[in-house]
């Protein structure tokens, strides 16, 4: 923002300072750089005095970045035994007045990730993007992965229907494989690490996919419209680079600066936890500092599912420069040379000789004595780190859910969800479900209740939360997860995105479950959002034709 700001006005960055206080539910939404913020900036820089804007909800809904939006229309070729030959896809875009991504559209993510966690030997692939009379369209938690992942489900879906397949066998079939590691997908994206066939078993286990279809058999047969829906899919997370400063007081307490910035996700406690782990250091002697530009070294933000990998990594590694230090100051303190010593319980001793050691804070104290460290290594104890893996990581997943359509009122009852997921190494795995519980209850939002509606003469119909509907608690349905994990080679911590999980695995989920679940209807197709009306006309209108012929 402090660069796009500095741009727009022709003055000079350093005149510019953004604070970005503990705000709640970015989604990638509050990503960009809108107008507004830069005619604030204006105003107050030319009137020289504090100006504040407040945007009513109307306006927010009005104005925010809208997400998703496009037409898919793809063709496929498969072997009678189910096995992928060819995709054949078109992606017709809007991107709203203006293309409001700070790069390049979403959309071209959603052309980047088409071939999802399968082999595709064959691909053509058309992208469209056009700019229409509607709010601008960018990101939304996902940013164009879903909507990859939302074509290649359904498209898995409708292929095991045709073909008589179950729709786990087609995947089967399909998925990569751990000896396909490291792998190049047919859009040139490399894919890092994953055994993708170990998350689809362990699934079905904790389903109990047998069962669950046999239940759905007993229910149908007592009149319910009852259906089984599965999505594979795996994300492109962690783009571009992050920094870190990681700075020990004389008193011992450390600061860590980061680059990203926390909307909710516990970003404090994950790089608290990440340095404390390095130095051995309680939660309480550590400080973390975020969203500040008077404050951090340059830094990108948070997007894409990367905080952890990237901004936790540049931490990690700041936190062990740090450590080597003080591992040297120690040293000479100790006349050892530094592969002498061990730390251990924020201590520092001879291998042999516990009975010579000095702690943590006495060497962050010697740091910054007037006259210098020992053995003249220059003052001060703090390191800054820019970590750049080069490419994104590839998390993977397998989500499930049973839904009841009432065909009376066509409204969608989810009976179970389950999410099982490989994110790399889970730092912190209360923070990983509240990723995952999170996500899906958006991706559940789109697949059953969210959706702008323009009328014909382009006035937003959804203007509010009487129009827009998102989904309530009783909505939401208790979620169960489960982790597997495979490291990633790219990062130091080994991790991998879980932000976008369940807005990438849910809504393709959820409809192919509606759909199994209307399949004895003789009803195969309806768009997202599946809201009551829509599926019951959806079923009247089946009925209609069944009556007709």
């Known amino acids: 923002m402090r660069a796009g700001i500095a741009s727009v006005l022709g003055i000079p960055e350093h005149s510019i300072r953004v604070v970005t206080p503990d705000v709640g539910g970015a989604f990638g939404a509050k990503g960009g750089l809108y107008p507004e913020y830069v005619l604030v900036a204006a105003l107050a820089w030319r009137f020289q005095r504090p100006i ?44 709203g007045a203006w293309n409001a991504s700070p790069t390049r559209p979403t959309a071209v993510l959603t052309g980047l990730a088409i071939a999802g966690p399968y082999r595709v030997p064959n691909l053509r692939l058309s992208l469209r ?16 992965r879903p909507e990859a992942s939302y074509l290649l489900e359904r498209l898995m879906d409708a292929a095991a229907s045709r073909l008589g397949l179950d729709p786990v066998v087609i995947r089967q079939r399909n998925l990569l494989h751990p000896e396909d590691f490291p792998y190049r997908s047919p859009t040139g994206v490399p894919y890092d690490s994953g055994n993708y066939p170990a998350v689809l078993a362990e699934a079905l286990r904790r389903f109990d996919y047998a069962a669950a279809r046999r239940e759905r058999a007993r229910l149908r047969s007592a009149g319910r419209l009852i259906g089984i829906g599965i999505a594979a899919f795996c994300e492109l997370s962690g783009p571009g680079w992050e920094s870190a400063t990681v700075r020990a007081h004389p008193d011992g307490t450390v600061t860590v600066l980061c680059g990203i910035a926390p909307s909710g996700q516990g970003h404090t406690t994950m790089l608290a936890q990440v340095v404390g782990e390095v130095l051995q250091l309680p939660f309480e002697r550590i400080r973390v500092v975020t969203g500040d530009t008077a404050a951090i070294q340059q830094g990108i933000g948070t997007f894409g599912s990367r905080s ?31 592969e002498d010593l061990e730390y251990r319980d924020a201590r520092f001793s001879v291998r042999g000789s516990p009975d010579r050691t000095i702690s943590w804070q006495q060497i962050a104290r010697l740091a910054y004595v007037m006259e210098g460290p020992p053995g003249g290594i220059a003052p001060g104890l703090e390191a800054t780190r820019f970590f750049d893996p080069g490419r994104r990581n590839v998390p993977f997943g397998v989500h499930l859910a049973m839904v009841e359509v009432d065909p009376e009122t066509g409204l969608v009852t989810i009976l179970r969800y389950l999410a099982v997921d490989d994110s790399g190494r889970l730092l ?8 995952i519980h999170g996500s899906v209850a958006q991706g559940i939002g789109q697949a059953l209740y969210e959706g702008i509606v323009y009328s014909e003469n382009g006035q937003l119909l959804t203007q509010n939360f009487l129009e827009y509907v ?13 982790h597997l994990e495979t490291p990633s080679p790219i990062n130091p911590l080994g991790v991998k995105g879980i932000g976008e999980a369940g807005t990438t695995a849910a809504p393709p989920a959820i409809v192919n479950a509606v759909l199994e679940g209307l399949r004895p209807l003789g009803m195969h197709h309806l768009d997202m959002p599946l809201r009551p009306e829509m599926v019951w006309r959806g079923i009247q209108r089946t009925e209609q034709r069944a009556a007709a012929r």
């Open 308 to 338: 952890t990998a990237l901004g936790g990594s540049a931490a990690y590694l700041a936190a062990g420069d740090v450590l080597e230090k003080a591992l040297h100051i120690a040293a000479h303190l100790l006349e050892v040379a530094p």
């Open 52 to 95: 504040k804007w407040t945007e009513s909800r109307t306006e927010s809904v009005h104005a925010t970045n809208h997400g998703r939006d496009q037409q898919q229309f793809v063709r496929a070729a498969f072997r009678h035994d189910g096995t992928l030959l060819a995709l054949d896809v078109h992606l017709l875009s809007n991107l």
């Open 428 to 435: 912190n795995p209360l923070l990983a479900e509240g990723q």
């Open 470 to 482: 998102v989904p309530r608690a009783a909505q939401v349905p208790s979620i169960e997860t489960a």
């Open 129 to 144: 993007c056009v700019v229409t009379n509607t709010t601008p369209q960018a990101a939304y938690r996902g940013a164009g």
